[in-house]
């Protein structure tokens, strides 16, 4: 039985907040940390960007230093700025003592620069990919994607944002001054041993995967941001591990969503709560013209599954509860009057989706998700290996396949729609697909809703219904560099819980 057994229950039917008071958590604003603003790194106009992969030490509880890995500087990396129609080229160097991949996740670029498993960079080694980038504007992110050990390296902090303007997006006057009113929100979570030491293993990880016990954002513990008395954009990555998050403001105010993983929605969505799976970005504004601030909060869903009461109970519960021992980790936005406010009006119109007729839908493909417990441990995964075709005791499969790397298990033919199809045999489960933006039609048995129903690259699944999308690649992946689909609880995928496929013209 999984823990999220209500999280259809309260998705569905119990996302409104109104009349609940939330009281944030207290705060003193001065002990709190600044968010920190990953430096940016313009790579727009195709000058190569110099990208360290290295050790650090960094700080996320006061006084503690914790060995860490980053890209350029001591946790994560820095933003990566590019633009639609434009070449960026990426001179990564890893100065690890072990191998590393680093994948573009989202983006819409051939096998051979996608920087899945293949593309392991030995120790002293660069790599130096060319990307161009073909795609709409959106949110994407760079992460570690190294065999066996995507969840370590990723939780040692080789993650950054990659933001992809164009001009539809710029023409809409949507805030875009970053880390002023257009700022990075990274979430993750992180536990940490009596020495304030960062503490991750794959083998002790649950089944569900590894979950921090502490909400870190942008590597800081519920930092505080300066930002104007207007709208604010609040690019948002759960880059977590495995852990869900429900987000909501302290004082149940409604923001708009303008963005899913691959981009602008069609119109922005006013929301008051919004969940979050690991991989999934989104993009809100806020507007915080009449305010002095605004505390995000970010609730661990799972903590709200267990109440089992649905959102509302969920989030009273955790904030008056004994103890509090669960009160969400926030992101205060202050304002500073003295900054000069974004005031145009969100538009009612960001972009147009086209979506393809029933008839262009040449291929349906189906993928289940299993957990083998093998003997009765429910307690842990137990499988280290995820090494091998067959599935054994304990193993992480996609149809009935842990991940081999010389195994093919799809293939696929470019320009052609396809419906993809997924469900898992137990708990809910992040899918996510390389190469490709796709349209969500079902999630968990029931229509797409509006916030979801702009371009995805990940979609998330439960136990007892089908999540569906439909989707075209544009872009070739040979049998020597292919694409990956996984889960992106990365606990999972690095037990095996993820396939390869080629994309090609013809597929024989
Ligand atoms: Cu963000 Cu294959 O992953
Ligand atoms: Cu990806
Ligand atoms: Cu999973």
Redesign the pocket.
Known sequence: MSLRFSRRQFLAGGLSLTGVCLAGPAWSNTARPSLPIPPLADGTNGEPLDLTIRTGLWSFKPGVMTPTLGINQDYLGPTIRTRRNKELNLNYHNTLTEGVSVHGHGLHVPGNVDGGPQLEMAPGERWQPTLSIMQPAATCWYHSHTHGKTGTQTYRGLAGMMIIDDDEAVSKELPNRYGLDDLPVIIQDRTFDAAGRLVYSLEQAGEDGWFGDTAVINGALSPVAEVPAGKVRLRILNGANARFYILAFADNRTFHKIASDGGLLEAPVPMTTMEMSPGERCEIIVDLSEDTSAELLTFFEDDIDEEGEGIVSGLVGLLTGPGQSAAPASLLLKVARTLVAHTVPVPERLTTIERPDASEIRKTREFV?EMDHGEDDRSHAGNTGGHGTHAGDGAMTINGAVMDMSVINERVERGVWERWRIRSDQGA?PFHVHGCSFLVEQMEGAAVTPDQAGWKDTVVLDDDDWSEFVVRFDHLAGDDFPYMYH?H?LE?EDQG?MGQFTVTDTTG
């Open positions: 998700l489960h889960c609880i999972h819980m």
